[in-house]
């Protein structure tokens, strides 16, 4: 876990941190960790030695070592490729072959620790056990605060060392104990008699060479844990958002469910080995994947004033660590039921968790990219909990076990519960889409349901965060933030080259075009939202709206601009890797000599909960750029910060469109904010190989979404 978040962050300043490169990095993670698994069961038939095991670790923690020289060499052969295929690539060349060495550890293990079939299950699920445990740690520890607070270098090269003394402390301990061979495996020393076996319990084995009926119930489950882990993120987005410690909540629960599921398996495997048991944890799971999208739809009401992290943590541990706990068990008990030979349970350990693996690589881009987006989240996850359950099904009525019947009523109740309306009193839904990126929805708002602010209207949301609001009177936006961004704005000429890095519902793209007459590229990552600025904003079609990630266009374009605009939310998430002191360099690099930046941000500025914006502004000015402050009307939680930075100082007081107040004009230089009422002696620049920014801004995120919440949701 530690190396994929690791690699995810070294390609962000280049490739973005967007869910398309979580996505390749966990495919690639995962497709690696496949190639490991069953390398490592072949391997552990002959070659099951410690000193291979110490090898092979050997090897992860010198790729590990060389991540930041290898990252930076494939973005450079592939900076020329498209987003998707130089994602993929990079991510594919720079995590695989790590993932393999990691992959081949646990069948290793598996076959060095066995010396009987009957403890094979509580073997390999402990084995299994210790790994996701671990991996639940690094998660925490690595993505919450060792890689924002210390940065990505310090975090690669002590992955590497701790990899590296695992090695060698062997090393030092099998030279000092060479005489009397006290490491020497089970296997090599045929002179020590192992003690009598119990009396094993009748197994009912399934059979090998039915590889299909086998090998079937590890796609299953390793398709299931993908699909739920992805769709009940997307289903807790639109009340939690999709930030970096909602994730990594996700993450942390997905993982501590296989790893209670491996830990329980493997001990009921040995304790109960029939063919049954396979089919009441099938069904079990079916049962839990069923109602997710009715706990997903009721839990976050019920725990609405709880802490948002606790709430999500709760709900997460009642809606996704049953079924995943359930699934996790599936390996582990295919691995005790198919092995027949001691000698072999370190290939079928590889076997399973490779044809595991496998379907959940299939599963996620499948589910992300064509499911959600086509079907949505409700019906997609009762089918898959149907399709978990069926096969135990038909089993179990044919044993005559009559608690299979169960499967029916659970997924009538289900079908039932699913809501059909669109529309409520108030909001008339125009447009819902559910994907990879996130829930898109365009929404006309009656005044009635935004309590009398400024909210009604037309508006955008990405995960239910307002991104635009348009007035279907007037066809322009009442939102301060856009007003005045084109105000200050207007101090530059006609036909000057504008970019803006987030499009939105295109408010700020329509001003600069058609009240500006600026010359426009718009920078968007979701296709969806470029479609529906047009089909619902009406989008002037002048504007060239560029589908890329922001970062990754301002690494790859050469053209110059005279005002850059960062507009960069996703819900009330700001990516660290666009607002980075590296992002605002190579910025300013495209600047015309008169040319200005314009960072929007979120108003808060003083306290703890306005560190971020206090960075913002530190980081602007640690580039050499001339920074100021523009603050919209209202208090922080209900204003904007715009950061004006510009190569040279320069002066509003003659705009093109002027701000008036009670039909009087308001002179932009006097609302800009005293910079020596801030204080910046807690403020960071931020860079890129300390990823912070996300971190610091969850007070504010969590502010923001809980007034979106008691607002909308």
């Given at each position: ?75 450079s ?78 975090c ?20 000092s ?5 006290t ?18 319990k ?27 882990e992805?769709?009940s ?21 997905t ?30 799971a079916?049962?839990?994947?069923m ?11 019920l ?32 691995i ?52 978990i ?18 499967l ?39 005044k ?106 301002l ?8 005002l ?11 990516p ?12 300013n ?15 808060y ?21 001339e ?53 910046l ?10 990823p ?14 809980n007034?979106?919440n008691?607002?909308?949701?």
């Amino acid at each position: 876990m530690a190396v994929e978040l690791i690699g995810s962050k070294l390609i962000a300043p280049f490739y973005g941190n967007s869910l398309y490169v979580w996505t390749a990095i966990l495919c690639c993670c995962v497709s690696g960790l496949a190639l490991g698994y069953y390398s490592g069961g072949v391997l552990s038939r002959r070659y099951a030695t410690p000193k291979i095991l110490f090898s092979i670790l050997t090897v992860a923690a010198l790729l590990v070592f060389a991540l930041p020289y290898t990252s930076k060499a494939l973005i450079s052969i592939t900076s020329g490729m498209g987003l998707i295929s130089g994602i993929c690539i990079t991510g594919f060349t720079l995590m695989t072959p790590i993932m393999l060495c990691f992959g081949m550890v646990g069948p290793m293990v598996v076959k060095l620790m066995s010396s009987s079939i009957e403890s094979l299950g509580n073997i390999s699920g402990t084995t299994y056990f210790t790994s996701t445990a671990g991996g639940i740690l690094a998660t925490s520890v690595f993505g919450l605060y060792l890689i924002p607070m210390t940065g990505l270098n310090f975090c690669i090269y002590l992955t590497a060392t701790v990899l590296a003394m695992l090695p060698i402390t062997y090393t030092l301990v099998y030279l000092s104990a060479k005489k009397n061979k006290t490491f020497s495996s089970r296997s090599a020393n045929p002179a020590v008699e192992a003690p009598a076996p119990k009396k094993a319990k009748k197994v009912d084995r399934l059979g090998v060479s039915n590889s299909v009926s086998v090998y079937g119930f590890a796609v299953i489950e390793g398709a299931s844990v993908m699909a739920i882990e992805l769709i009940s993120a997307r289903m807790l987005a639109p009340w939690f958002g999709s930030s970096l410690p909602v994730w990594a909540t996700v993450i942390g629960i997905t993982l501590l469910g296989l790893a209670i599921g491996y830990f329980a398996g493997g001990r009921i495997a040995d304790k109960f080995p029939q063919r049954s048991t396979l089919s009441i944890v099938l069904l079990g799971a079916s049962f839990f994947t069923m109602l997710m999208h009715v706990s997903s739809q009721r839990l976050p009401l019920l725990f609405a004033e709880f802490n948002p992290i606790l709430s999500l943590m709760i709900i997460c541990m009642l809606m996704i660590l049953p079924p995943l706990a359930l699934l996790g068990m599936i390996p582990t008990l295919l691995i005790r039921f198919i092995t027949s030979k001691i000698d072999d349970s370190g290939s079928t350990t590889g076997k399973v968790f490779t044809v595991s693996s496998v379907s959940g690589i299939i599963a996620l881009p499948l589910i992300g990219f064509w499911i959600i987006p086509e079907f949505g989240l409700t019906f997609p996850s009762i089918i898959i909990g149907i399709l978990i359950g069926i096969i135990p099904f038909i089993q179990l009525i044919k044993q005559k076990k009559h608690y299979g019947w169960i499967l029916l009523p659970t997924a009538i109740f289900s079908l039932l519960l699913t809501s059909n309306s669109k529309n409520v009193p108030g909001i008339n839904m125009q447009y819902l889409s559910e994907g990879l990126l996130g829930q898109v929805m365009v929404a006309d708002v009656d005044k009635a349901i935004s309590e009398g602010k400024d909210m009604n209207g037309r508006i955008l949301f990405v995960n239910r965060m307002g991104q635009s609001q348009l007035d279907l009177k007037t066809g322009s936006t009442r939102w301060n933030y856009s007003i005045f961004t084109s105000a200050v704005s207007s101090v530059l000429p006609e036909k000057s080259n504008a970019l803006i890095l987030g499009l939105g519902g295109g408010n700020v793209a329509n001003s600069f075009s058609y009240g500006l007459g600026f010359q426009v590229d718009a920078v968007e990552l979701d296709r969806r939202i470029a479609d529906v600025s047009k089909q619902y904003f009406a989008l002037n079609p002048t504007v060239k709206v560029i589908v890329d990630d922001a970062r990754h266009y301002l690494e790859t374009t050469s053209k110059k601009y005279d005002l850059i605009f960062f507009d960069v939310f996703k819900g009330e998430v700001q990516p660290p890797h666009v607002l980075s002191v590296e992002a605002f360099r190579r910025a300013n690099s495209l600047l015309s000599e008169n040319g200005m930046i314009i960072v929007n941000l979120n108003g808060y500025l003083c306290g703890e909960i306005g560190k971020p914006g206090r960075s913002v502004y530190l980081t602007l000015k640690s580039v050499g750029l001339e920074t100021r402050i523009l603050p919209t009307p209202g208090n922080e939680s209900e204003r904007n910060s715009l950061f004006i930075a510009t190569k040279k100082p320069m002066a509003f007081h003659h705009v093109r469109t002027p701000l008036t107040h009670h039909g009087k004009e308001v002179g932009l230089d006097s609302l800009f904010l005293d910079p020596s009422t801030l204080n910046l002696s807690d403020a960071i620049i931020l860079a890129d190989d300390k990823p912070i920014l996300e971190l610091l801004n969850v007070a504010a995120s969590n502010k923001w979404r809980n007034d979106y919440n008691s607002t909308y949701n």
